[in-house]
């Protein structure tokens, strides 16, 4: 049995292709700051969901998603001719909100240990 599926290793490469397609090729102000951390391929390699994080508020995430949307054609061409898949799989864009959520859960905790450091030192 293979460790993982095929999915999930052509979610590896496509990752892998568009983090260094962003990097490198495109010239898009609104994806300067943008920085792919997953992909999730359908098991028919047919749909990829490729999530991204970017520095700022909800403006700079509806200005990169309208960069993604913009650079598509040009991003599906690099990968098709760097993958060699037989279907191009149809690219969709998706902001990672986890990283987020883990800020806002640290300072939760932060929070929460000073509340006790307080009540320790006076008592």
Request: hydrophobic letters at 35%.
């Amino acid at each position: 049995m293979k460790p993982f599926s095929r999915s999930d290793r052509v979610s590896g490469q496509v990752q892998k292709v568009l983090s260094d397609i962003l990097l490198k090729k495109i010239k898009d102000p609104r994806l300067e700051a943008a920085t792919i951390t997953s992909v999730k391929m359908s098991r028919d390699l047919k749909f990829a969901r490729v999530y991204f994080v970017i520095s700022g508020g909800k403006e700079s995430i509806k200005d990169a998603v309208e960069g993604f949307k913009s650079a598509l054609g040009y991003v599906k061409r690099n990968l098709a001719s760097q993958l060699g898949l037989r279907y191009m799989p149809e690219l969709r864009f998706f902001y990672d909100d986890s990283f987020d959520y883990g800020s806002h859960i640290d300072e939760v905790i932060k929070a929460v240990k000073s509340e006790n450091e307080f009540n320790n030192t006076t008592i």
